[in-house]
């Protein structure tokens, strides 16, 4: 079987009712990103973000995966599809997908203050009472700006060995994530869907100026003829 590689975005969730904090100017559900979503954010005001990683965990069981999601995970019946999301949803599992890689982390995860390695599942809400098996605070699962991306050669490794590359709803404009589709073997076709995609993509991307699904309905059917 090929070996499909797809590139997701805020894009991929947005028909599913999740919003994005680039299209509102750098805010996030009302929030400046820098108050939430970065290191110094939490130290300067932890219960600030305790509560808006709350309320967005808390989204999750109010929405559910879109048309979008469900093609992917059906792909896998003729294909071998890794997902590779900057997306902290649980969308794509939800949908069927079986090798889901998450870039900045997962909602319905917390990990230890001190130990980065020490992650574990969370339902619930979290705040500072919360606290690892050494006595630690236990933060969002969450890759603020500004930190790093441990996972990232992974995902480098995996699209380097593609046979076909998808990047759907993401500006590029998060770095490194943004890179990743620039270590697609030469010779696998690269196609990209957004209804506004970036100016900066080279020729060789064939672009579907579409929504998330609209696109996935169209190449569905043009990758049959690959």
């Not at 209804?195 to 309905?217: E, F, H, Y």
């Amino acid at each position: 079987m090929k070996h499909l590689v797809i590139l997701t975005g805020a894009g991929m969730s947005a028909e599913s009712g999740i919003k994005t904090f680039r299209d509102a100017n750098g805010l996030w559900e009302g929030h400046d990103i820098m108050e939430v979503a970065t290191p110094e954010g939490f130290k300067k005001n932890p219960n600030l973000v305790y509560d808006f990683y709350n309320k967005r965990r808390e989204q999750l069981f109010n929405v559910v995966p879109n048309k979008g999601h469900l093609i992917l995970a059906e792909l896998e019946n003729q294909y071998n599809v890794s997902i590779i999301t900057q997306n902290v949803d649980d969308l794509h599992e939800r949908a069927g997908s079986s090798n889901v890689l998450h870039l900045h982390g997962e909602l319905r995860k917390v990990r230890s203050t001190v130990n980065s390695n020490y992650i574990i599942n969370w339902e619930n809400n979290l705040d500072h009472t919360n606290l690892d098996t050494k006595g630690n605070p236990l933060r969002p699962h969450i890759v603020w700006f500004g930190e790093d991306v441990p996972l990232i050669d992974k995902a480098i490794d995996c699209i380097r060995t593609a046979d076909i590359v998808i990047i759907i709803g993401t500006s590029l404009q998060v770095y490194p994530a943004a890179s990743l589709y620039k270590f697609t073997p030469i010779n696998s076709p690269l196609f990209y869907i957004d209804p506004k995609p970036s100016k900066a993509i080279p020729s060789r991307v064939q672009q579907i100026k579409k929504s998330a699904t609209d696109g996935l309905v169209q190449l569905k059917e043009q990758l049959k003829s690959l």
